[in-house]
């Protein structure tokens, strides 16, 4: 679909769905429901001990967001982070070009938004990219990649606490996570961030969401 607004996004994500590109999923999964939708409730979000060593040490980062584009330093950025997880995780291999990129990295959603990080100390050196949505009631993280060489610092945690942070400042009430599976190493990170809800089944347009404590 290529005219949802940001509102009937929200809509969308309250009942399951995200955003990829102009593509709208979610799970239909028959005798499985491991991908729990995910929500962390921004006004009661502290960050743990752990959390806050990783923001400790991007004390040097600087964070942008804007809306998102596709550059060379982009593109070369995705394929270091993308070959080093096809040795750590055996991820199969990808040729994302730019155009691949502009479809599914920075398509021109009216909610798409791009929060980067640079080191300021070493020439603004790119950190990382986070592709996420902006509704208005809420952020909803879509996508993260990051400079293999900053690995150890938590990159990660610290995309999803800044996401947190620009939130709570905007006056948003929930960040969306996607879908949490604990038996996922790419995934079951997302269940650190509390306090926490998911969605309960796959509510359908005319039905009221139930979301829970998880």
Same mark, same amino acid.
């Given at each position: 679909?290529?005219?949802?607004?940001?509102?009937?996004?929200?809509?969308?994500?309250?009942?399951?769905?995200?955003?990829?590109?102009?593509?709208?999923?979610?799970?239909?999964?028959?005798?499985?429901?491991?991908?729990?939708?995910?929500?962390?409730?921004?006004?009661?979000?502290?960050?743990?001990?752990?959390?806050?060593?990783?923001?400790?040490?991007?004390?040097?980062?600087?964070?942008?967001?804007?809306?998102?584009?596709?550059?060379?330093?982009?593109?070369?950025?995705?394929?270091?982070?993308?070959?080093?997880?096809?040795?750590?995780?055996?991820?199969?291999?990808?040729?994302?070009?730019?155009?691949?990129?502009?479809?599914?990295?920075?398509?021109?959603?009216?909610?798409?938004?791009?929060?980067?990080?640079?080191?300021?100390?070493?020439?603004? /050196? %790119? &950190? *990382?990219?986070?592709?996420? @949505? +902006?509704? #208005?009631?809420?952020?909803? !993280?879509?996508?993260?990649?990051?400079?293999?060489?900053?690995?150890?610092?938590?990159?990660?945690?610290?995309?999803?606490?800044?996401?947190?942070?620009?939130?709570?400042?905007?006056?948003?009430?929930?960040?969306?996570?996607?879908?949490?599976?604990?038996?996922?190493?790419?995934?079951?990170?997302?269940?650190?961030?509390?306090?926490?809800? /998911? %969605? &309960? *089944?796959?509510?359908?347009? @005319? +039905?009221? #969401?139930?979301?829970?404590? !998880?």
């Amino acid at each position: 679909m290529e005219d949802v607004d940001p509102a009937e996004l929200e809509a969308l994500l309250v009942r399951g769905w995200r955003r990829f590109g102009f593509d709208y999923f979610r799970p239909a999964c028959a005798g499985c429901a491991e991908c729990q939708p995910t929500r962390v409730v921004v006004d009661g979000f502290v960050p743990t001990r752990s959390q806050r060593r990783a923001i400790a040490g991007a004390r040097g980062w600087e964070a942008h967001l804007e809306r998102p584009i596709v550059d060379r330093e982009r593109l070369e950025l995705h394929a270091r982070w993308h070959a080093d997880r096809e040795v750590a995780r055996a991820w199969s291999p990808t040729d994302l070009d730019a155009e691949g990129y502009a479809l599914q990295l920075a398509w021109p959603h009216p909610a798409a938004r791009e929060l980067s990080f640079r080191d300021a100390e070493r020439g603004h /050196r %790119l &950190v *990382g990219v986070g592709l996420c @949505d +902006e509704t #208005p009631d809420a952020l909803s !993280a879509v996508y993260f990649f990051f400079d293999p060489e900053y690995g150890r610092a938590s990159p990660g945690v610290v995309n999803v606490v800044t996401t947190l942070e620009i939130a709570r400042a905007a006056g948003k009430s929930h960040v969306y996570l996607g879908y949490r599976v604990d038996g996922c190493p790419s995934l079951a990170y997302k269940g650190r961030f509390k306090p926490q809800e /998911r %969605l &309960v *089944g796959a509510p359908a347009d @005319d +039905e009221e #969401p139930r979301w829970v404590a !998880a």
